[in-house]
């Protein structure tokens, strides 16, 4: 479930969640999977093989664009990824907007 935005942000924010449900990331490693090259599943035997740039790409970008990435795991299984950007190119007030 993904609450509304309040309408003061909605009208200068896109915000959106994506949820897995995987296994979860652990929370000492949570902060982690935004940085090159690590893989937030090296806890797992089978792990994938990836490069681990996926999200570090993804952060980039969005910050390059005045937004935030943040992750946290939700009950049960999986974890949930939010996105929070300006609608509009110049628009810089993400305390605001964080505080969601």
């Known amino acids: ?3 509304p935005l309040p309408d003061e942000l909605a009208r200068n924010f896109i915000f959106f ?3 897995d449900s995987g296994t ?3 929370d000492t490693l949570i902060d982690q999977i935004f940085v090159r090259f ?3 599943n090296q806890w797992l035997p089978d792990h994938s093989k990836g490069s681990g740039v996926g999200l570090a790409i993804a952060k980039f970008f969005i910050e390059g664009h005045n937004g935030l990435i943040w992750a946290h795991n939700r009950s049960g299984d999986g974890c949930v990824f939010h996105v929070i950007m300006p609608e509009k190119p110049g628009t810089n007030n993400m305390a605001e907007a964080k505080n969601v």
Do not use: D, F, R, V
């Open 38 to 40: 690590q893989q937030g």
């Open 1 to 3: 479930h993904i609450p």
């Open 24 to 26: 979860g990331i652990p």
């Open 17 to 19: 969640s994506i949820a």
